[in-house]
């Protein structure tokens, strides 16, 4: 449709938030909650029998007010995805301002995950949306795919968007696709995303999601003169 097309032509750059840790849990009081480690420890351990340290939707409330934030996405050249640990693949608007306090920021999802949409206040403009997958079918013809982990070949960021972007954004007539986990352990899987071209690494050192990101779109702020 070309309601679809329109949001993602002029988007210069796509990035998905792989295997984010978002969904929600029943409280004693019956109201549900973004399940994570530090309020649910408990619970995760005896109900679900899995490791509390798993669950951290911090990360990727971290990741969103890095790429949220930066100059790149205010100059409207980026769109975001998020594929949660579930398989719930979330589009969303740029222009959404993620809430600052955590606490704010699960309310937020698990609205989201309960209601599928959030509108903004004045109800014409839908900032995050359930969509269906596959991620693959929501990106532009010859989108060009990219994963990160630290096993993947080494660039600085300045040399990385010299690699993969042209010197102006008006160069660029098909977005680029990078692919960064939003999980506490593990690492972004070809088997999911079989449509990545290879997988790349920022920094020699491990870095937490929401530096790497910071040093992705920071070099392409850079190549492309964006201050």
């Excluded at 988007?11 to 792989?18: A, F, P, T, Y």
């Excluded at 100059?75 to 955590?102: C, D, S, W």
């Excluded at 690699?163 to 696709?177: G, I, K, R, Y």
């Amino acid at each position: 449709s070309s309601s679809k097309t329109s949001s993602t032509t002029t988007k210069r750059v796509i990035i998905l938030l792989d295997q984010a840790s978002i969904e929600t849990v029943k409280n004693r009081r019956g109201v549900f909650e973004l399940l994570n480690c530090d309020d649910h420890r408990d619970l995760c351990r005896k109900k679900l029998k899995k490791d509390p340290n798993d669950f951290r939707p911090d990360i990727l409330h971290q990741e969103l007010l890095a790429i949220l934030d930066s100059p790149l996405n205010k100059a409207g050249m980026l769109q975001v995805y998020i594929k949660t640990n579930k398989g719930v693949l979330i589009e969303m608007n740029p222009a959404t301002r993620i809430p600052r306090t955590f606490k704010r920021f699960s309310g937020l999802m698990v609205q989201l995950l309960h209601k599928m949409k959030i509108k903004a206040g004045n109800e014409s403009t839908t900032l995050l949306k359930v969509i269906k997958n596959p991620f693959s079918q929501h990106l532009p013809p010859g989108t060009k795919c990219f994963g990160f982990s630290k096993e993947g070949k080494l660039y600085s960021p300045v040399a990385l968007a010299k690699q993969l972007f042209p010197p102006t954004p008006a160069e660029q007539e098909v977005p680029t696709c990078f692919i960064v986990g939003a999980m506490s352990t593990g690492h972004v899987r070809t088997e999911d995303h079989p449509y990545m071209e290879e997988m790349l690494s920022i920094s020699e050192y491990p870095l937490s999601g929401a530096a790497a990101l910071s040093r992705i779109v920071g070099g392409i702020e850079h190549q492309w003169g964006i201050v």
